[in-house]
């Protein structure tokens, strides 16, 4: 491996999704203004403790969509969504389309969401009532049979993306602008001087970078740098009711749950053979075992699914399960199917695959090919679940995507014209700040933390 340089004037630690995309959109816009970039120009050095997509960009289902609650939210993923069009070969992308598949309880907060998509001109459909839900959804699919629907969001544009092609084709745009990428180095400190409270080096094992800004997109493991930047562990937040809660953790962790259905993905296309939208199903009503006919819940429950020739059959998960251990005790390493403790259990596939074949026949019975391989993963929260993307210690920008992050492949963008001196008026309501002032995002009746 090639030395580190001793000084870069952007040091960005990560390179999953965010690190990589902010650094091949902060090269692109400075050949724009005509700067070189890597020695003798401006340096931009990504360091990663692993490899390319060592953390959740690496494993992610890779599900992107626009169909968010909280109008900050949406108008961010319109945005990403620009980006994964703009270059859909190099990202991996299949912009095959999304549905959220909806019970009552959700069906006026969803109505909202669709007002919305048409006013930010994001094309969508929006199907209401019991009949004339199932009508469409079988239209699509002869064996639909999900009960307790009464509304479908038909997203037109979004879909999903293969994770670490979408990383190397990232990877490979950075490089060739002059972005240098080092692999197996990890950042262990973070320190200031000049009696400021700028971070002016970066320390790793393979040596010191001296640096003009630091950049953080470091996924779950955002406490450990959170610790190292000097943050505080728990903070106050103003909530809905106007009271201030103090002593609230900063992070907490969730396991997601994902799995594969090991057929071949053509089982999964439309009536008429294509291969279908991305398919996300809320539902209160009960679900039972398809292997032994047991209540698995009466309450509220969703599930999300997609033919993927990556993953090897229909890929895809069900709510995340709350981590109670404290931030600082959580085992983030080794990550992902990897850990030994973190990897989703035999109660998911029962869950998913029944939940499979509550939504459409042919997932009858499949229950037996359900891949028994290691799969799933930790993310890290903060405390509104919503991300943080914000500058601290004058010269380190965080982006903290509290878990939402692989489809936010514009974040980078947004945040490289941040760095360059650009505010942006799409992250503007991700500022920590908004813990004390209350300006809280609005919170939605999905089963899921992040919708
Ligand atoms: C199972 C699963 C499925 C998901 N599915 C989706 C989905 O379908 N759609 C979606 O939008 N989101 C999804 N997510 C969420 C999404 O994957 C994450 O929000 C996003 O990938 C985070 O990107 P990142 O760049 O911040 O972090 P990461 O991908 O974690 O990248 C951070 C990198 O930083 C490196 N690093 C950490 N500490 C250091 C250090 N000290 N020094 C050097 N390097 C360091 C790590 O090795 C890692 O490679 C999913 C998450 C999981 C776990």
Redesign the pocket.
Known sequence: MPALPSHAHYVI???????LSTSMHLAQKLKAKRKSIGAGGARIVV????GI????????????RNNYFQPAMRELMAHSVSVWESDPEAYSYHPVGYMQISPEVMHAQIGTIYEQQKAIGYESVFIEGEAESRQYMEGLFKDWQAKNITSVLHEKRGG?ANNMASLRGLAKKAKALGVEIFEG????ALRSGNGTSAITSVETPAGSITCDQVII?????IN??WNMLGLPKQISVKGGDGKTHDGVPMWHYMA?Q?GTLGVDPNFQKTNDGAMPPVIHVDTDAPLHSDRDGKLITDKLWGIYYKPDFNFGGVQG?AMPATVETPADEVRVDPY?PKSPEFVVTDNFADMWTSALAFCQKRFEGKNGVYKKEPS????CFTPDSFPVFDRFRENVYV?A?S??????IGVGKLVADELLGEGSTLLEPFRFSRYATGKLHPVSNSPFPWS
């Not at 630690?13 to 690190?19: L, V």
């Not at 180095?185 to 262990?188: G, L, P, T």
């Not at 878990?403 to 936010?408: A, E, Q, R, V």
């Open positions: 630690i990560g390179a999953g999704i965010h690190g360091l990663e403790k692993t997509g060592a953390g959740p960009s690496g494993i992610a289902c890779g599900v992107v999903y180095v990890e950042v262990k997109g470091a996924g779950p493991w450990s740098l997601l994902e998960g992902g799933g993963g930790i993310g982006i995507d878990n939402h992050g692989y489809k936010m």
